[in-house]
């Protein structure tokens, strides 16, 4: 049992732990995001096409390379630097 007026989570305490791990998440969803997104605009242009993951290959490659560039930015200005773009 907690303690009477004990926090669960101590925010101030754990400020650059709760702060890391949410960039961490941030990173990752932006990336599986960008990846899943793209494999389903991919498949249904193939089944539109009636093609054989031709589209489904070349967008999941996109999304990869997209969602690298949009992390990197997200890094960028994370870390406070600028690119000048």
């Known amino acids: 049992m907690r303690k009477p ?7 101030g305490k754990n400020r650059d732990w709760a702060e890391h791990l949410s960039i ?5 969803l932006t990336m599986a ?3 899943c997104f793209c494999f389903f605009i991919g498949l249904a242009i193939d089944r539109w096409l009636e093609t054989r993951g031709v589209f489904v290959t070349i967008f999941t ?3 990869v390379v997209g969602g690298g560039n949009v992390v990197y930015r ?3 200005e994370t870390l406070g630097g600028n690119t000048g773009s």
């Open 24 to 28: 961490v998440l941030q990173i990752g």
């Open 74 to 76: 997200q890094i960028l």
């Open 61 to 63: 490659i996109l999304g």
């Open 33 to 35: 995001g960008c990846v």
């Open 5 to 11: 007026g004990k926090k669960l989570f101590d925010y």
